[in-house]
């Protein structure tokens, strides 16, 4: 089938195209029926021609006699004669003995292919004269041996044209192929209107959902359906659940993120119109550096949001990379505001060539969420530690703290967009840990805040779970030492 009739048929309907899968089927079955029924009628219009040669030779065979010493054949003239004329053609014979001194008819008959048993009668095939004749042959033991001969057994054979058999085949096989064909026609009409019927739900369903608004979401009723056509319609409703939670999520987006942006424009006007209505250079110089520092808040907001949209809505990306480099990378991009505040960070390097499976930019950015909220509550010269573990059911990049900590209170509810814990310093938005969240669930994962076995401090474990595909790139967890 070539590429053109391909995407041909992928363009035609449903019912055309199963009409057309079907064709070919039916087309085999009819074609291995005409075989059938050409067999049948073979053996039909052989059997029933060959118990008029078998009659013909039984005639011949009664009519010979040994009573006056030799070899005397009576031939039925008559029944040669209707034979003929049921036979559409001409008849053969012959008569001889086992020793050749007799012989009657038609001397170049074909002989059988092999001696026929004695008083078995044996039907076959040959030519003579270029035409296709059907032979019965049969020999018995005479009872007199006629004067002179040397055998004990006469041959007889009767022929006859296959012409007449040839033409009652075909006619019987041209009626059963119109017959056959009108069935097949009448099953093709009869599939299309049965195809259509059954295929009239999902036209309903088409015109149902075309008349929907565009902003109507709501699941579509399977009752009616049929229950081949209900496990596309609840994927359908699926999809249609999982749109409704995106739009959802994004409206919760925008709320928050103009919330918060106004929130920032309302407040840098107010210093603008302050700085205006003040004469003293002082306090112009303090709206100055205060209106510096609102900007610096609102330009990290605007990051944070962005890469918060980015982690909802982003493509996930997933392939494999290598994790010693990928932690290095993290800490080196936050190890000067780790001196700046004189706390000790590190990593756990884990077995050289471990490797994860996902997308290596949004885990990147989670882990520095992680890092910089480690960094930013953590005390001066306190410890963070980066470091990550993987085994036969998934990956989980771990942050440890020896900071305040949280209360449970605490642990259950952050990660919420705009959610900031107690002891969370001024400039924050709580927005670190909703993208992490984000990130996480984007992978199939989860983000798991829980208390340090010494109890001071914070553990932040992002998991997501490793696909079939790439275990064979499965870390199994063994970590090298602390740098």
Not at 153 to 161: K, L, R, T
Request: charged share 20%.
């Amino acid at each position: 089938m070539t590429s053109r009739l391909r995407d041909r048929l992928r363009r035609t309907s449903l019912w055309l195209r199963m009409l057309l899968c079907m064709l070919p089927i039916l087309l085999l079955v009819t074609a291995i029926e005409l075989w059938m029924t050409r067999q049948e009628a073979l053996e039909s219009a052989n059997a029933a021609y060959d118990r008029s040669l078998l009659g013909a030779l039984k005639s011949i065979d009664a009519n010979i006699s040994t009573a006056s010493g030799g070899l005397s054949v009576e031939l039925p003239y008559t029944l040669f004669e209707f034979f003929e004329l049921t036979a559409s053609g001409q008849v053969f014979f012959r008569v001889a003995t086992s020793d050749a001194l007799v012989e009657l008819g038609s001397a170049d008959l074909p002989a059988p292919p092999s001696p026929p048993p004695v008083g078995l009668p044996v039907f076959y095939d040959a030519m003579y004269f270029g035409e296709a004749v059907r032979l019965v042959a049969y020999e018995r033991v005479l009872e007199q041996t006629p004067h002179g001969a040397q055998g004990r057994s006469v041959m007889i054979q009767v022929g006859e044209s296959t012409r007449s058999r040839q033409a009652f085949t075909q006619r019987f096989v041209r009626s059963a192929a119109i017959r056959d064909a009108i069935v097949l026609v009448f099953l093709m009409l009869g599939a299309a209107l049965v195809l259509r019927v059954a295929l009239s739900p999902l036209a309903r369903l088409a015109r149902e959902v075309e008349a929907r608004a565009p902003e109507d979401l709501t699941h579509i009723d399977n009752q009616r359906l049929p229950a081949e056509i209900s496990p596309l319609v609840g994927a359908v409703n699926h999809h249609m659940a999982r749109i409704q939670d995106l739009m959802a999520q994004q409206r919760q987006f925008l709320d928050d993120a103009s919330h918060q942006l106004r929130t920032h424009l309302t407040t840098l006007q107010m210093q603008v119109d302050y700085a205006k209505r003040e004469p003293d250079p002082y306090k112009i110089r303090s709206a100055l550096d205060a209106l510096g520092e609102e900007i610096g808040r609102a330009s990290r907001s605007s990051q944070q949001l962005l890469a918060l949209g980015r982690s909802d809505s982003v493509a996930v990306s997933m392939s494999a990379f290598e994790l010693e480099p990928f932690l290095r990378e993290v800490a080196l991009s936050w190890l000067p505001q780790a001196r700046a505040k004189r706390i000790d960070l590190g990593i756990r390097t884990p077995q050289p060539g471990a490797f994860a499976w996902g997308d290596r930019t949004l885990l990147r950015e989670a882990l520095s969420n992680l890092v910089n909220n480690a960094i930013a509550y953590n005390r001066p010269e306190g410890t963070v530690t980066v470091y990550a573990t993987g085994d036969d059911r998934g990956w989980r990049l771990n942050v440890v703290d020896d900071g305040p900590g949280l209360s449970n209170e605490e642990r259950d509810t952050l990660g919420q967009r705009f959610r900031r814990g107690a002891n969370a310093a001024k400039g924050g938005f709580g927005l670190g840990l909703a993208i992490v969240r984000s990130i996480a669930e984007r992978h199939g994962g989860q983000l798991h805040l829980v208390a340090t076995e010494s109890g001071r401090g914070l553990h932040a474990i992002v998991s997501w779970p490793q696909p079939s595909a790439p275990r064979q790139l499965a870390n199994r967890g063994e970590q090298g030492p602390s740098t």
